[in-house]
């Protein structure tokens, strides 16, 4: 059981023994052999010109290779892989997000040095309305969703937490959502204006500026376990 007794180590002990029992060395070892099969099955998806589809697979090498501890250069590869798909698309921010989880790597430099005047051709942002993104881990991303209600705004936050076994069981959520104005470029969530929230009392204070969006939370919204409404946002969407 070498692979788990050392995965049990990095968790800082948090994972109990019947967890692991669950979940053997030989579903973890070929599981992690898995990234390089979805690095194929995903290039011919690209090769074909099906995005979506290979971007979709991309995803799933991201998530075993950050999973499986592969080499740092190895995990900016899928980054770059699923960035390329964005690119083809021309969604050039969602592009960036990617490659921004290694801005160091040689392939990230490059592809964000090719997508930077596309970048700089985008209309200027007239509003804070549009998607905003926080990287999660293994492939996924926390959400702030803002959209225009007449003389306000409809926010929706979504958050996850990636926990060591979360390939296999899935992550801890919490999600907020409010109807607010957005004054000076700040917001506001209550819960206690929210009849449909369950936890103790919190407040998410939103700060926008043009392609960002940063959240702080006070008190206990009541979402999973070590899932948080905190920190910026980048927009990805208009």
Not at 74 to 102: E, F, H, P, V
Request: glycine share 8%; aromatic share 10%; proline share 3%.
């Amino acid at each position: 059981m070498k692979v788990v007794l050392n995965l049990l180590l990095m968790a800082g002990g948090l994972v109990s023994l019947q967890t692991l029992a669950k979940i053997d060395e030989p579903d973890i070892n070929g599981d992690c052999l898995k990234a390089g099969i979805y690095a194929s099955a995903g290039k011919i998806a690209y090769q074909q010109g099906q995005y979506d589809k290979a971007r979709e697979v991309f995803r799933d090498q991201v998530a075993w290779s950050e999973f499986c501890h592969k080499p740092q250069e190895s995990i900016a590869t899928a980054y770059n892989n699923i960035a390329l798909t964005y690119i083809r698309q021309g969604q050039y921010r969602k592009a960036r997000a990617w490659l921004m989880l290694a801005p160091e790597d040689k392939k990230s430099k490059y592809n964000l040095s090719q997508i930077q005047p596309k970048l700089e051709a985008l209309p200027d942002e007239t509003s804070i309305a549009g998607v905003y993104w926080q990287y999660a881990g293994y492939g996924n991303w926390n959400i702030v969703d803002v959209k225009a209600e007449e003389a306000q705004f409809r926010i929706d936050f979504s958050g996850m937490y990636m926990g060591l076994m979360s390939l296999y069981y899935g992550p801890n959520t919490g999600e907020f959502s409010v109807v607010t104005a957005v004054k000076q470029g700040k917001a506001e969530y209550r819960q206690a204006d929210d009849k449909s929230a369950v936890g103790g009392q919190c407040i998410v204070n939103m700060d926008f500026s043009t392609e960002q969006v940063t959240l702080h939370t006070e008190g206990d919204c009541g979402f999973g376990m070590n899932v948080q409404a905190e920190g910026p946002f980048s927009k990805v969407t208009s």
